[in-house]
């Protein structure tokens, strides 16, 4: 498959979906998964609200290398299919918080003011972003029985990723 077909297969999956599962790691590098809610306008940033209190901002606030999945929850076995990346987070500068604002849904179409004073002190959330710098997709296989037939560029009977440039 062209890599312009796998790219478009991620692009799609990113446009269809409203959550992520955000993976992250403490300073001990125990792991954290949460699902939010987030928006993209290039494929490449990815912004989020939290409030700084939960595990997964503690967590990147620590250690900013997190991963990202991306996928759609009602597929049925074995027909599924998920972007993966790879990305740095981190919470949104005040002095970049407009342009942040200007893709991040404001909160139902409030006036940016209104819409930055939600994610400033001493409002309890704050915007996020993921800035990725990898994405991957499971290689495409050919039909089978719940999945199992192999990948035609690769030969193996087994889910595995390929990557996939979007940013």
Avoid: K
């Avoid at 403490?26 to 987030?38: H, N």
């Avoid at 400033?120 to 800035?131: D, N, S």
């Amino acid at each position: 498959m062209a890599e312009q077909d796998l790219a478009a297969i991620a692009r799609t999956i990113i446009d269809a979906n409203q959550y992520m599962t955000l993976a992250t790691a403490d300073a001990a590098g125990q792991p954290w998964a949460s699902p939010v809610f987030y928006a993209t306008a290039d494929y490449a940033e990815f912004y989020w609200v939290s409030a700084p209190e939960t595990t997964h901002s503690r967590n990147l606030a620590q250690r900013p290398e997190i991963s990202i999945v991306i996928f759609d929850s009602t597929a049925p076995e074995g027909a599924g299919q998920a972007v993966y990346l790879s990305a740095t987070a981190e919470q949104v500068p005040d002095d970049d918080l407009d342009r942040a604002l200007a893709v991040y849904p404001g909160g139902g179409g409030l006036a940016p003011r209104e819409a930055r004073e939600q994610v400033q002190a001493p409002a309890p959330y704050r915007l996020y972003r993921a800035t990725a710098y990898e994405w991957s997709i499971l290689c495409p296989r050919d039909a089978g029985p719940r999945g199992t037939g192999a990948c035609t560029p690769h030969g193996v009977p087994f889910d595995h990723r390929v990557q996939v440039r979007l940013g």
